[in-house]
Antibody, heavy 119, light 104 residues
Framework: EVQLVESGGGLVQPGESLRLSCAAS????????MIWVRQAPGKGLEWLSY??????????YYADSVKGRFTISRDNAKNSTYLHVTSLRAEDTAVYYC??????????WGQGTLVTVSS | ELVLTQSPATLSLSPGETATLSCRAS??????LAWYQQKPGQTPRLLIY???KRATGIPARFSGSGSETDFTLTISSLEPEDSAVYYC??????FGQGTKLEIK
C-alpha cells in the first residue's frame, strides 16, 4: 500500500524556518518524482515545488510565489522528500502536502502537516 | 508561469443533471491536464489525467475533454455525493482556483 506521511509542521513566528519531511512507503520511491502542495484554511490548492526522480541532479521547479524561500530535496536512501521553508509569513499558514505525480496528475497524497505562522 | 482559470466559480445543479466545468490555460498545456475532486476534510482525489483518461476506480459519469488551452470536465447523472470542489492541474504543477459544485 502506498503511503506518504508528512511531518515537521507546527507553530512558528514570522521570519522563522522549518524543514518539512515526507516519508514514502509501498512503492519504488527512487523512480518517482514528487511534489509539494499547500492549502491555506478555506482556500484552494497551491502547487509549491517539484523534484524529479534522479538522485545526482534531479530536475527541480518552484512556483514563482515561493522561489528563493523554499528548497526541495530528496534522500532516496531514506525514501523521503523534504521542503525547507524559510522567512515564513502569516500567509504561509497552511496544510502542506507531499504527493506523487502520475502522468499529468497526482495519484497519492499524504494527510498533510499544518504550518501556522503567528506571533 | 502558466495560469489556469476555472469557471464557473460555483455551480448549483439538481440530481440527474449534467455538470460542465471549464479550465482555461494561459498558454498551451498540450494534453497535460488533470482534474480532481476534493470534499471537506479530505485530500484531493484524482479523477482525470492527460485531459481525458479516467483514473482507477472513477465512474464513467466523469469524463474529460479538451487540449491546448481549453479543457472541460463533464459529470453526468449528478448524484448528491458529487458535491465538492473540483480543481484542474497542469502537468502535476499549477492548479486552477477551483469550482464549487453544489447538488441541490
Amino acid at each position: 500500500e502506498v503511503q506518504l506521511v508528512e511531518s515537521g509542521g507546527g507553530l512558528v513566528q514570522p521570519g522563522e524556518s522549518l524543514r518539512l519531511s515526507c516519508a514514502a512507503s509501498g512503492f519504488g520511491f527512487s523512480a518517482y518524482s514528487m511534489i509539494w502542495v499547500r492549502q491555506a484554511p478555506g482556500k484552494g490548492l497551491e502547487w509549491l515545488s517539484y523534484i524529479g526522480a534522479s538522485t545526482r541532479s534531479p530536475t527541480i521547479y518552484y512556483a514563482d510565489s515561493v522561489k528563493g524561500r523554499f528548497t526541495i530535496s530528496r534522500d532516496n536512501a531514506k525514501n523521503s522528500t523534504y521542503l525547507h521553508v524559510t522567512s515564513l509569513r502569516a500567509e504561509d499558514t497552511a496544510v502542506y502536502y507531499c504527493a506523487r505525480p502520475f502522468w499529468s496528475g497526482t495519484d497519492y497524497w499524504g494527510q498533510g502537516t499544518l504550518v501556522t505562522v503567528s506571533s | 508561469e502558466l495560469v489556469l482559470t476555472q469557471s464557473p466559480a460555483t455551480l448549483s445543479l439538481s440530481p440527474g443533471e449534467t455538470a460542465t466545468l471549464s479550465c482555461r490555460a494561459s498558454q498551451s498545456a498540450s494534453n497535460y491536464l488533470a482534474w480532481y475532486q476534493q470534499k471537506p476534510g479530505q485530500t484531493p482525489r484524482l479523477l482525470i489525467y492527460d485531459a481525458s483518461k479516467r483514473a482507477t476506480g472513477i465512474p464513467a459519469r466523469f469524463s474529460g475533454s479538451g487540449s491546448e488551452t481549453d479543457f472541460t470536465l463533464t459529470i453526468s447523472s449528478l448524484e448528491p455525493e458529487d458535491s465538492a470542489v473540483y480543481y484542474c492541474q497542469q502537468r502535476s504543477r499549477t492548479f486552477g482556483q477551483g469550482t464549487k459544485l453544489e447538488i441541490k
